[in-house]
């Protein structure tokens, strides 16, 4: 399902560009992907589409401005903190939430986005989920809000950790 989701973020990286999810099947399709992979892929965008509509609405007009509100969308206290339950540790894993932490405390994934990752971190396969895999949710979540991320946090995402050398 990633790699299909990779596909759909580097040849749709302007979301609006992305054609509708029966359109976006056949496109996939006739560029080799299996239908098992496909549709588990349109699955999860469709939760996806639905997780950041929803959370436009609620979101205030001017994300820099906290004292415009709409709906129920508060801005969260710089004190709060988020827990998280038993399920979402063990299948999101210490690995993946320390990373969603770094992205926190580094500025770049606000409290509404974070909830869309981890709630698309809870609907992917894998126990726990593995780093990368959910560094492509994080891509996928700014791409659903229509987002890119900065220059240096794209690399952080699309870096291969794999191949690093530590100092």
């Not at 759909?8 to 302007?14: F, K, T």
């Not at 959370?55 to 004292?67: A, C, N, R, V």
């Not at 988020?82 to 770094?102: D, T, V």
């Not at 709630?119 to 809000?145: H, T």
């Amino acid at each position: 399902m990633f790699e299909v989701l990779v596909y759909v973020y580097e040849n749709y990286w302007q979301g609006d560009a992305c054609p509708e999810l029966p359109q976006l099947s056949r496109k996939l399709s006739a560029v080799g992907f299996e239908t098992e992979e496909i549709q588990a892929a349109l699955i999860w965008l469709n939760g996806l589409n639905t997780a950041a509509q929803s959370t436009q609405i609620y979101l205030p007009t001017s994300l820099s401005d906290s004292s415009t509100h709409h709906g129920d969308l508060l801005p969260q206290s710089p004190t709060s903190m988020r827990g998280y339950s038993i399920g979402e540790q063990e299948h999101i894993g210490s690995e993946a939430l320390g990373y969603i932490s770094f992205l926190e405390s580094a500025g770049v994934l606000p409290p509404h986005m974070r909830e869309i990752v981890i709630d698309r971190a809870m609907a992917s396969a894998g126990n726990p989920i593995d780093l990368d895999d959910l560094k492509i949710i994080v891509l996928m979540v700014y791409w659903s809000f229509g987002q890119e991320p900065d220059a240096l946090i794209l690399d952080e995402l699309c870096d291969d950790t794999q191949g690093r050398v530590g100092h």
